[in-house]
């Protein structure tokens, strides 16, 4: 199960849902399609095991990744832009495995929901970033949905970036955003 959910979120990822078919996937992972089906009785149910395998991988590393960089429970969003700055210039970066999802498979409401709680789940993280302010006009839960937007078109522009250097340039403009929004 195992080796087949690792091949599947490698292929899934790299290379989209849609575009892998299920025996390039047996064949890639060194099962037989008896096994394949044995854990997975559709590509289904092994999409919907990649994309909470994906969540829990994916929020691992970014809550690891802004500690790396000093975060600090209200201590501000610096850390944000150098924990997205390793994710960027990773060989096997290709955006959000979660906008991808949606935007393959939309139609599907369980993709949906297990793509709104990775994204509720970020927020999270990034609300516990955010310093208390008294004076601040826009309420925090307002102002992390909008940090998670701009994080999220930072992750989709560098997703259509094909170098590192150009990857990274789309960090310039997300640290401009967050600056403006942490001193609003």
């Known amino acids: 199960r195992d080796k087949i959910l690792l091949t599947a979120h490698d292929l899934f990822y790299r290379d989209g849902i849609r575009a892998t078919g299920i025996d390039p996937l047996i064949r890639e992972a060194g099962v037989t399609k008896v096994t394949f089906y044995r854990h997975f009785p559709s590509k289904h149910e092994l999409i919907l095991a990649f ?79 955010l310093p208390r302010s008294r004076t601040r006009p826009v309420p925090a839960d307002e102002l992390t949905v909008a940090v998670a937007i701009a994080v999220d078109g930072a992750i989709f522009k560098a997703q259509l970036e094909s170098t590192k250097k150009a990857r990274l340039k789309t960090l310039e403009g997300l640290a401009l955003i967050l600056d403006a929004l942490q001193s609003s």
């Open 51 to 129: 994309l909470r395998y994906r969540h829990e991988r994916w929020m691992n590393w970014f809550t690891d990744a802004l500690k790396r960089h000093g975060a600090t429970q209200v201590g501000g969003l610096g850390p944000l832009i150098p924990a997205l700055a390793e994710w960027f210039t990773k060989p096997e970066f290709r955006g959000c495995a979660f906008i991808n999802s949606v935007a393959e498979l939309g139609e599907f409401k369980d993709v949906v929901a297990i793509s709104r709680r990775h994204k509720a789940d970020m927020c999270k993280v990034l609300a516990e970033l």
